[in-house]
Every structure is written in C-alpha cells, then in structure tokens.
C-alpha cells in the first residue's frame, strides 16, 4: 500500500474562470455562450502520483502547467498537488463533490443561458469515464486530450457518450501512434514552436489557439497549437520545430542522447 502523502483538502476542486486557454471562447464570436468547467490537477507525477501513463520526457518538461504569470506557479502547483492526492487518497469523497460541483455547473449555466461544458483532464490524463461520469451529466459537453492510444480509438469508434470528445495529443515518442489515428479519422492536436502551417503530412491544420472547445473542430484535422512556457525552449521533438537552425536541436541531442528528437 502506498504511503499516504500529506494534502489539504481544497475549498473547491474546478475552475469556471481565470484560465486564459478556456477562457478564450468568451471573446470569439458566436461562441460566447459556451462555458467551461476546469479540472486542474498536478500533472505527471508532480503529486507523487502519475496522472500522466503515457507521459513523454519531452511533453513533461513542457506540460502547459508552466505556462502563465511564473509569479503563481508555487501556489498553482500547491493546490493541484493538494487536489490530485484527494483523488488519489480519498476517492469517494472527492467524487462526490465532483458530482455537486458538476450538478451546480449545469444550474449555474441554465439560469444564465448559457451552454455548459467541462474539461476534466486540463493538465492530466486520467480515463474518468471509469467513474461513469458522462452519463451521469447528459447535458453537459465534456471534452479532453489525450495520449493513451486506447482511449481515443474507443473515442474514433463510438464506444463513449455521445457528450464526450477525445483530441489525441502528439509528443516526440508516439508519432506513429498520432498518425494512425489520423488515418483513422480522428483528430491530433502538434505543438509548433512559432507559425502553425496550413498543412502537415498532408492534413489540414487549423489553429486550436483560437479557443479550445475542440468539439467544434471539424473531423480528422491537425490541432495547431502554438508552444507556451517551457515548451518554447523544447527540443526533444514534441515542439514541431521548422524554422529554427539544426544546431539548437543537435545542441539538446547532444545533452539528452538517447532521445528520439527527429522532426518529421
């Protein structure tokens, strides 16, 4: 059994404002009315505990976790360290106020004409239909990345609700898997490090910076995304990288040998 870590529980477990990234929908035309419901918990195994299986060496180096004000970075990292160990600690109890705080989400969304959605999995990769959790709340759209291959092939196949989306995340260790899945019809989401081309490998790409209700994507594109916080300095290959010289990337080559940085 493995050692309990020390957490407080938090005030609340989700987020309706102050993420930048889910909050951009609120200033894009016709899509207003949309609002988010976030999940924030310490990804990887910054908790002790992996939320992350299918955590690259470059993606968890890069996690959007760092990106913002680094200012708040300890205060955000203490309360989704305190968040992930009651999941992990306390399960049935964090459920359940889970479930109240989704419930009041959907209420809150009604009187206020507005449309509800929910991103469980903002800066983790935990499989949350385990809990039943889509079924439960019909009404609300439910949407996340993904790394596990499992996961999204269920997604492309139509094994999960009708209110849940899937976007299969690209890193520099499951390319094949990536374009399997856009073979497949599904949707991947590539980091580029400055411009997000028109194109890739033959896919049209369309820039998922714009918003992130990726539920309105259209099928079986690329979701560009620019590279924030300490993605901008990666090069282990999970920043899709064009423009700048071999010598950057050999220079990490060099530092990290072992790592398959090939950019392709």
Known sequence: MKKQLEYSKP???CFREGNPKTDKNKKVQGLEKYRILRLNLAPYNLSGYQVCPMASLGCAKACLHTAGNPVFQAQKDKGRINRTRYYMQNREEFLSRLYKELKNHEIYCNKNNLIPVARLNTTSDISWEVHNIFNMFPNITFYDYTKIP?????????????????????????????????????NVAIVFRKNIPNTYKGYKVINGDEHDLRFLDPQNVIVGLKAKGKAKTDYSGFVMDFEDSFNRINEYKNKNKGIDITMN
Do not use: M, Q, V
């Not at 499992?150 to 990536?178: M, Q, V």
């Open 11 to 13: 005030n609340k477990l």
């Open 150 to 186: 499992k996961r999204i092939l269920k997604y492309i196949n139509g094994e999960y609700p009708k209110n849940y989306h899937l976007t299969f995340s690209l890193n520099e260790s499951n390319k094949e898997d990536a374009f399997n899945i856009l073979k497949s019809g599904g």
